[in-house]
């Protein structure tokens, strides 16, 4: 027994002793020899360094180069290194030197900048042109081209070119591009790329800094030479983030330009922050908050599509699908169709009156043109709600307009459009309507305005603006006209009864002042108002309607905004009936939320200004003072 453990001992010393005397073992020469034609291999590029190699034992054993860099052959001279660091460290295989052999498994860059650069002439400072890799290339490209189809390619007809993991610590990577002129640059890149060979899959993980936010990611490829080579290749892949989350699993070719097709998951706490982080330029405020999409996604970074999606942004979820596309020289463009159960568009509307918002709505839709075909089951507007809505969103440089190409509202239906024109500090609202049986006492922004208004099925047609200042009203600035038409039904807030009891001389008593009943409403017929507004006032002409035989005509004027009324109306008597009726005339004061009706006794011939004898007797007694009709 006691053998066996002195045995053992001796052989874990011996094994112990080995990997001790591992760095004494390996020739620091032999691995700066390897080291450099294994670059030169894969890259086709020589790579340089200063002073002389260390063979290091901890953390691994492992060589240590300083200064290292990777000249851009294709840049002007003083073009900056593709590559360059302070220190690359290479783990060796202990197995191997143990052997007598060298064989670097793993790559260790510490803080490494990467200079990527695409030129005018649209060549590219990464680019291979000789080595083992640009020979894999060549190879993948050519069994790519005897491909049928999606045919998967028989990767060991590849050559077996040996990789390894390459570990980059704190690094930087520039971009620039000389054509468009983008610039971007990635900080504080740790990662890790393990690509065993150049026949297996790669996996990277990683983190860094981009546009001012810490990001995480990971993509793995099955096939990245024929990917690198133009091919095909699956692929997943996820990036994390404060304004932006993104999972994609899919297959990816390059074709042409980068092409992927798959299935996405996409999210972001605030769009307006996502359009930021992707390079966009919005202002702060409020609105276009929380966002997600996910559906099937195709297309390259410059044209992509989503199908079969889902998406939703502060509160409305839509189905249907989207195409961007990305220009280099004029306007994105956003196309699609979406579908919606409920969208409610009142958040959007109030950004628009709100002059500290205002601009952050227009820099939203500044980002693209778009042109997308909506449909919702509930449409719904501040003070309005639309059923069966189909139309349009259509967005141009600091201009937005909803197309209402029909939309049904009780039992009527509705057309027109909503737009808006301008900037921040000077906006136009754009309102035209035409619609159809509709009742206009069902409108709740018109009920919340006005006690007088016809209830019945109405004709409505309304070509109105309103400039929005930063500090303006909407009504107070409002021009354009409307009309209502009704063949039929009451004008609710009105009892006409007992006007016209003051024009039927046997049912007059001398008083022609009466308080009208709560709850009031009068059957018409023929109703029709016509109004152009000016600066917010509201003028009335061209307008009448009947009650009991009696042609009623209306003229006059309202301030929208503050809603006092100034109308003056002239009752025709029926005609052929009977001829002891006669007409008369009554004014309409007040305010449209409290109105205010006098009826007046018709005035002799030639004097329409007089006061009738009944109604001198009346106003100078006062046990009976003049009344006036108050509309309810």
Do not use: C
């Amino acid at each position: 027994m006691k053998k066996i453990v002195a045995i053992l001992a001796i052989a874990i010393g011996l094994v112990a002793l080995g990997f001790v005397a591992l760095p004494l073992l390996v020739s620091s020469e032999a691995v700066r020899a390897t080291m450099l034609d294994r670059a030169r291999q894969i890259t086709g590029r020589e790579m340089q360094f200063t002073g002389t190699p260390e063979i290091t034992f901890s953390p691994f054993l492992g060589i240590e180069l300083n200064n290292v860099t990777f000249r851009d052959a294709h840049g002007a001279k003083d073009a900056p290194p593709l590559l360059q660091m302070p220190v690359l460290r290479g783990k060796l295989s202990a197995t191997a030197a143990m052997r007598g052999s060298i064989e670097v498994t793993e790559f260790h860059f510490v803080r490494p900048v990467f200079n990527l650069a695409v030129y005018k002439s649209g060549q590219t400072s990464w680019t291979f042109p000789v080595g083992k890799m640009w020979q894999a290339l060549s190879r993948a490209k050519e069994l790519r081209a005897q491909q049928a189809g999606n045919e998967t390619l028989d990767t060991a007809l590849l050559d077996d070119i040996r990789l390894g993991t390459f570990d980059v610590s704190d690094g930087i990577i520039n971009y620039t591009n000389e054509a468009t002129g983008a610039k971007e640059t990635v900080t504080s890149l740790n990662g890790t790329l393990s690509w065993p060979n150049i026949r297996s899959s790669w996996r990277f993980e990683g983190s860094a800094i981009w546009r001012g936010d810490a990001i995480t990611g990971r993509m793995n490829a099955d096939l990245p030479i024929m990917l690198l080579a133009g091919g095909i290749s699956k692929i997943s892949a996820s990036l994390k983030s404060e304004p932006l989350n993104l999972d994609f699993t899919g297959e990816a070719n390059r074709l042409s330009d980068l092409f992927v097709s798959g299935d996405v998951n996409l999210s972001s706490p605030s769009l307006r922050r996502m359009v930021t982080f992707l390079g966009g330029e919005v202002e702060p405020g409020t609105g276009f908050e929380s966002f997600t999409a996910s559906g099937a996604v195709s297309g390259t970074m410059s044209d992509i599509q989503l199908a079969d999606s889902s998406l939703e942004l502060d509160g409305n979820t839509y189905k249907g699908n989207l195409r961007f596309s990305i220009s280099e020289t004029g306007k994105n463009k956003l196309s699609g169709t979406l579908a919606a159960d409920r969208l409610d568009l009142q958040p959007y509307a109030l950004l628009l009156l709100d002059g500290s918002n205002r601009k952050t709505l227009f820099t939203v839709i500044n980002q693209s043109d778009a042109d997308i075909r909506v449909s919702a089951n509930t449409l719904s507007f501040p003070g309005l709600e639309l059923t069966e809505f189909a139309g349009s969103l259509i967005a141009r440089e600091n201009e937005i307009k909803l197309d209402v190409g029909n939309a049904a509202f009780g039992n009527g239906i509705l057309a027109g459009s909503i737009s808006a024109t301008g900037d921040s500090e000077h906006a136009v609202l754009g309102l035209s309507v035409d619609g159809s049986g509709i009742n206009p006492v069902g409108l709740p922004f018109l009920k919340n305005h006005s006690r007088l208004l016809p209830d019945g099925a109405s004709s409505i047609r309304a070509r109105l603006t309103s400039e929005l200042s930063e500090q303006g009203a909407l009504l107070e600035a409002m021009n354009g006209n409307f009309s209502i038409t009704m063949p039929s039904g009451n004008i609710a807030g009105l009892d006409f009864s007992e006007v016209l009891k003051t024009l039927d001389p046997e049912s007059s008593d001398g008083e022609n002042v009466m308080i009208a009943k709560p709850l009031a409403a009068t059957a018409v017929t023929k109703f029709e108002i016509n109004a152009s507004i000016s600066n917010g006032t509201a003028w009335v002409q061209n307008s009448a309607f009947e009650v009991e035989g009696y042609r009623a005509r209306l003229s006059g004027k309202t301030e929208l905004s503050g809603g006092s009324l100034a109308m003056w109306g002239g009752l025709e008597p029926p005609e052929g009936k009977n001829s002891s009726l006669e007409g008369g005339q009554f004014f309409l004061g007040g305010t449209l939320r409290q109105p205010l009706l006098v009826p007046q006794i018709r005035s002799p011939a030639g004097n329409r200004t007089a006061i009738p004898g009944n109604v001198r007797k009346t106003a100078s007694s006062p046990a009976k003072p003049m009344q006036t009709v108050v509309g309810q």
